[in-house]
């Protein structure tokens, strides 16, 4: 019988399992490491929470293999979809879209995710949770008593933290769009009013305040766009989202191009002084 902080941390295990499946999912693919998540912590919540939904609902189960792929498949998909759901209404935003896959749904769940959610929930049951089950059952109570307080209290730190921080993210998502057509008009009236040294002093002016507000907006946004590549915007954000997601890929290319030219330095510089 599981006991609420086995549970607790069960969560938490999976949660980081989890978490390394959707990085090598999302990393091999693309060539470079992409921190996936919502959350600042290396764990994603709904594969904790469907992992100990699918290990408590489905222990009953576990004498008919198919029972527990086909109850697997119902549970994560639900949770998945009222994830989802739940995450658009709050943000605005959704974290993952299914649309351009076959057998979707309002593309929050797809029969492809689905299934494989069906196939982990099998290999969770039959292989994962029995020695997870055994360490945790086998470790000091009052050990696991203060592993799952501590879990509990990081967990939530970090998800109000990051509430805020998605709540910033929209801010500025419609800030970006303002100061653009800020400055744009500013420039206009230079345009149009000066002329001569003025005119390319302001024009220069204006340029660098636009590049740091750039910089200052990369830092601020960039984190949600790279640890989820999937987010696509109500129609009410989508002219301001796409603005903003152009921005950041220009800074990451700036970046990649800037760090590529100091090697390139770096490599000169080291010959010449061998030539020398």
């Given at each position: 019988?599981?006991?609420?902080?086995?549970?607790?941390?069960?969560?938490?295990?999976?949660?980081?399992?989890g978490?390394?499946c959707?990085?090598?999912?999302?990393?091999?693919?693309?060539?470079?490491?992409?921190?996936?998540?919502?959350?600042?912590?290396?764990?994603?919540p709904?594969?904790g929470?469907?992992?100990?939904?699918?290990?408590?609902l489905?222990?009953?189960?576990?004498?008919?293999?198919y029972?527990?792929?086909?109850?697997?498949?119902?549970?994560?998909?639900?949770?998945?979809?009222?994830?989802?759901f739940a995450?658009?209404?709050?943000f605005?935003?959704?974290?993952?879209?299914?649309?351009?896959?076959?057998?979707?749904?309002?593309?929050?769940?797809?029969?492809l995710n689905?299934t494989?959610f069906?196939?982990l929930?099998l290999i969770l049951?039959?292989?994962?949770?029995r020695?997870?089950?055994s360490?945790?059952?086998?470790m000091?109570t009052?050990?696991?008593?203060?592993?799952?307080?501590?879990?509990?209290?990081?967990?939530?730190?970090d998800?109000?933290?990051?509430v805020?921080?998605?709540a910033q993210?929209r801010?500025?998502?419609e800030?970006i769009?303002?100061?653009?057509?800020?400055?744009?008009?500013?420039l206009?009236?230079?345009?149009?009013n000066l002329?001569?040294?003025?005119?390319?002093?302001?024009?220069?002016?204006?340029?660098?305040?636009?590049?740091?507000k750039?910089q200052?907006?990369y830092?601020?946004?960039?984190?949600?766009?790279?640890?989820?590549?999937?987010?696509?915007?109500?129609?009410?954000?989508?002219?301001?989202?796409?603005l903003?997601r152009?921005?950041?890929?220009?800074?990451?290319r700036?970046?990649i191009?800037?760090?590529?030219?100091?090697r390139?330095?770096k490599?000169?510089q080291?010959?010449?002084?061998?030539?020398?």
């Amino acid at each position: 019988m599981y006991s609420v902080d086995t549970i607790v941390l069960s969560f938490f295990i999976y949660s980081v399992l989890g978490w390394i499946c959707e990085v090598v999912y999302c990393s091999v693919p693309k060539k470079k490491f992409i921190n996936r998540g919502f959350l600042y912590g290396p764990y994603l919540p709904v594969y904790g929470f469907g992992a100990t939904f699918v290990v408590v609902l489905l222990q009953d189960f576990t004498s008919h293999w198919y029972l527990v792929f086909i109850f697997g498949v119902l549970i994560t998909s639900v949770l998945e979809y009222f994830t989802s759901f739940a995450l658009e209404k709050l943000f605005k935003v959704k974290l993952w879209d299914y649309s351009t896959y076959p057998l979707n749904i309002n593309g929050r769940v797809c029969a492809l995710n689905s299934t494989l959610f069906g196939i982990l929930s099998l290999i969770l049951v039959y292989g994962i949770n029995r020695p997870v089950y055994s360490f945790l059952s086998s470790m000091n109570t009052t050990l696991v008593n203060i592993l799952s307080l501590v879990v509990v209290a990081l967990m939530s730190a970090d998800t109000a933290f990051s509430v805020a921080k998605m709540a910033q993210f929209r801010k500025v998502v419609e800030e970006i769009a303002a100061t653009r057509n800020e400055i744009e008009r500013r420039l206009k009236v230079v345009l149009e009013n000066l002329s001569g040294e003025a005119l390319a002093e302001n024009r220069a002016r204006l340029a660098a305040e636009r590049e740091a507000k750039k910089q200052e907006y990369y830092q601020k946004v960039r984190r949600f766009f790279f640890t989820n590549p999937g987010l696509v915007p109500d129609e009410s954000m989508k002219a301001q989202f796409e603005l903003a997601r152009s921005l950041v890929n220009e800074q990451y290319r700036k970046r990649i191009e800037e760090k590529k030219a100091a090697r390139l330095a770096k490599k000169q510089q080291k010959k010449g002084r061998k030539n020398g």
